[in-house]
């Protein structure tokens, strides 16, 4: 059976210090100590260590074929999203990113599929990206749950929208920067806690916003199992009903009417959850995801969805239907 990991991140092994280039910012590099392992540095600082895994196409062929996965859907790692720099430093960035994702996509078509990034900070050179990343063949594009801190409601962030769904460009959005990251430090709660809320945020801010109904040809995925909306979706909608002063002020339409009409990745770590997921959202609207090769993904891409004896054709949409419907690709380009 065909399976398509479509949320794993990469980076380039080689790039620029933007830090020292733009003259400001804790923009992202690699310090390479030693074969194998990286230091993210965070403009001075010391982000995160990271494996040959992250860069390394072939290392990562490999790691996927012990859980007989046959394509990756790549994108960059948010922290890279730099939506806080000049926009035009920010768009060279991007451009930086999507030219390397898209050269590997070319050197490895049947594994590789590439998303985007977007200067979203600039609405005008964020569509003037996605346009270039149409031209690259990338089917669509990567976006953080806010951007510095606006939701995604924000009327300035519609024209990019629009024009995803009229060049037929998917649509991943990933939390970042989470709401109250500095409050909550302790524990990993920001990636514990504010994620969720975060991409919950995020879909909140786009149904109530109307979007979807402006634009019902655009294509979305929703990371971690689309957060805590989908196990909030009674009080969201209590909420729609008994304060429609507050929630239904732009839109009119119950937001449990939108499930359904966007994609969700698997990544929920419980068959329990999984299966109230499956029941909500169908499917056809639930992609195999794993956040590779981060430790707090599902990095045996699946296995549990292989466990949990669900009927064979829902096993086929989650591993690889739902998300060439998502990206609108053809099942024969990779088999």
């Known amino acids: 059976m065909l399976k398509i990991d479509m949320h794993t991140h990469i980076i380039p092994v080689e790039m620029p210090n933007w830090t020292e280039k733009f003259g400001y910012g804790d923009f992202i590099y690699l310090q390479q100590d030693q074969p194998g392992t990286a230091k993210m540095m965070k403009g001075n600082r010391f982000f995160r260590e990271i494996r040959e895994n992250c860069w390394d196409p072939d290392v990562r062929i490999k790691e996927y074929a012990e859980h007989d996965t046959q394509v990756q859907v790549v994108c960059t790692i948010p922290v890279m999203f730099s939506y806080w720099a000049v926009p035009e ?23 590789y599929i590439g998303l985007g990034t977007l200067p979203m900070q600039d609405t005008d050179l964020a569509i003037e990206e996605l346009e270039r990343c149409k031209s690259l063949g990338l089917p669509g594009v990567q976006i953080g749950s806010n951007i510095n801190n606006e939701n995604l409601s924000e009327p300035r962030f519609f024209p990019l929208f629009e024009a995803c769904a009229d060049l037929g460009m998917a649509v991943m959005v990933h939390p970042w920067e989470m709401m109250g990251m500095k409050h909550m430090t302790k524990y990993w709660l920001p990636w514990l806690v504010g994620m969720p809320a975060e991409t919950s945020r995020a879909m909140c801010s786009m149904i109530f916003s109307g979007i979807f109904e402006k634009l019902p040809e655009l294509r979305v995925d929703f990371v971690h199992a ?15 009903n008994c304060r429609p002063d507050l929630v239904a002020i732009d839109n009119p339409v119950n937001p449990r009417e939108y499930l359904g009409k966007f994609w969700v ?18 499917s056809r609207r639930v992609t195999l995801g794993s956040d590779y090769p981060f430790p707090l993904g599902d990095l045996t891409i699946g296995k549990f969805i292989t466990e949990m004896d669900l009927p064979e054709e829902v096993v086929e949409n989650i591993f690889c239907n739902a998300t060439l419907e998502w990206l609108d690709l053809k099942k024969e380009d990779y088999v």
């Not at 430093?89 to 594994?111: G, M, Q, T």
């Not at 990745?265 to 169908?282: K, N, S």
């Open 89 to 111: 430093d920010c768009l060279e960035l991007s451009k930086f990113l999507n030219d390397h994702i898209a050269d590997l996509v070319a050197r490895y078509p049947k594994n």
């Open 226 to 240: 689309g957060g805590s909306f989908l196990s909030t979706i009674g009080r969201i909608e209590h909420g729609f």
């Open 265 to 282: 990745d698997c990544i929920t770590h419980d068959p329990r959850m999984l299966e109230y997921v499956l029941e909500m959202q169908g």
